[in-house]
């Protein structure tokens, strides 16, 4: 049967979203965890990944336009299925699909299993974990600023979560009472997982629970006849076959992934049949409790070897730190970019004399103290102008050229490394950037960075010459194509062509270039470019 393909909210803040390319096309064949479009949100421009299977029947908006929260964007079906009803706002045929009379008598028997309160009559609305960040896959719960009982307010705070890159505050969009709470203080919960209910007081939010579902009540839950063993009853063994459109919810399909359970072996209890996380709950515990499963699960040593090796006993004292959010994300993203990114590293020494003769002049006359670092952001954003292919980034099948530089900034935190974004950094004065870079700073250390401030990003900088480093090189930043690692300026012994030794300052950089966007040429050719402008300061002021 055709399922209609809606436009997710993707941002706590998104109330549209424009389709900024279809990666597929009308009469695809397309499979769960296919990106069938890149979505541009207030925030980033992102995948919209396909949970459904089946082929592309209909796409009802094009490439550039806008569709609002839950608004059509694609059906997906059976080849030559008649979707027409759907964009009425109806239901798909069922006489073009032949199986449809086949599961007729199999749906009889559910409004036997009453359940006490329906989902669609509650008066009440689920509180979902937002998607706080391009990068972000789950939230913790630092503190409930609310609890079970208050009355909350649209525009209220209702706890402080922390993502990969910051602590943010969750902002209700509910007038009610707060019902339920899903997550302790200190608690991780996977975007789009249930965080809290807020409704009418008294309402039955578990009817909501339970069609979401969490563990539902015991009358619910028990349908099936009394003398068949738990362990054979729980899989609920289901005949979808491998070609069928599973349907799952996206932490269902994920826990399903990270279980080693077949889903086509699995019949869901949640609305039409969807498999839920409690359906593979209940498979992955009959699984371990049958002893034929057990043994037929002992020839793995594939997966045995790729666990993580056992830490060595320990022989002293020692402090195991929990990894923390930002801590996941740079470990993942970075393993992604150099196991995913052939890199390649190009080094270049830069004559500092006039750039630090200048520094000071212009620090006389400044509003905002200018750095070394300050120039090089200007310095590469002039450069990227004259070198796009430097500018742009992977995307598989196409290669995106930025006509605008915004400059990804390496700022060292407590817990790691955020990236804030200076935007439009060719058009800004020195002055100008200094100020952006320290404020950005500042509220990177203190935990306040949205968003808009990290995202962006069309090439970074990482500088550690501050640190006393001479030179080292960088991971690629995702989506950009290049990093510059800069290192500390030194002062070196240098030689006029008469052989007259004299004093200069030299400094090191080196660029990580993707070598499928970037070649070995042009990414020198960027080098030479900056290069002639910190050692040219004066024009970069023009």
Known sequence: MAEVIRMPKMSDTM?????????????????????????????????????????????GVEKGAAV???????????????????????????QPAPAAPTEQPAAAPAPAVAAPTPAANVNATIVRMPKMSDTMTEGVLVAWLKKVGDKVK??????????????????????????????????????????AIIGEEGANYQALLNSDGQPAPVAVAAPAP?????????????????????????????????????????????????????????????????????DSAKPAPQAEKSAPAAAPAPVGEYEDVPVSQMRKTIARRLSESLFTAPHFYLTMEITMDKAMELRGKINEVSPVKISFNDMVIKAAALALKQHPAVNSAWLGDKIRKYHYVNIGVAVAVDEG?????????????????????KEMAAKA??????????????????????FGIDEFTAIINPPDSCIMAVGGIKKVAAFKEDGTIYPTNIMKV??????????????????????????????MLV
């Open 15 to 59: 109330t549209e979203g424009v389709i900024a390319a279809w990666n597929k096309k009308v009469g695809d064949v397309i499979k769960s965890g296919d990106i069938i479009a890149e979505v541009e949100t207030d925030k980033a421009t992102m995948d919209l990944e396909s949970y459904q299977e089946g082929t592309l029947l209909y796409i």
């Open 68 to 94: 609002p929260i839950d608004g059509i964007m694609a059906i997906v079906g059976a080849p030559g299925e008649d979707y027409k009803a759907l964009l009425d706002g109806g239901a798909a045929p069922s």
């Open 154 to 195: 649209s525009g209220d705070i209702l706890a402080e979560v922390e993502t990969d890159k910051a602590t943010m505050e969750l902002e209700n969009y509910e007038d009610g009472t707060l019902l339920y709470v899903g997550a302790k203080e200190g608690e991780a919960v996977a975007v789009d997982g249930v965080i």
């Open 226 to 294: 009394a003398a068949t063993p738990p362990a054979a009853q729980a899989p609920q063994v289901s005949d979808n076959g491998a070609d069928a459109r599973i349907k799952a919810s996206p932490l269902a399909k994920a826990l399903a992934k990270d279980k080693n359970v077949d889903l086509t072996k699995i019949t869901g209890s949640g609305e039409g049949g969807r498999i839920v996380k409690k359906d593979i709950d209940a498979a992955q515990s009959a699984v371990s409790s049958s002893p034929s499963a057990v």
């Open 417 to 437: 490394l955020l990236v804030p974004v200076v935007r439009d950094a060719d058009k800004k004065v020195l002055s100008i950037i200094a100020g952006e870079v």
């Open 445 to 466: 250390k203190d935990k306040k960075l949205q968003p808009k401030d990290w995202e962006g990003n069309t090439f970074s900088i990482s500088n550690l010459g501050m």
């Open 510 to 539: 080196t660029l990580s270039c993707d070598h499928r966007v970037v070649d070995g040429a042009t990414g020198s050719a960027f080098l030479q470019t900056f290069k002639k402008l910190l050692e040219n300061p004066l024009g």
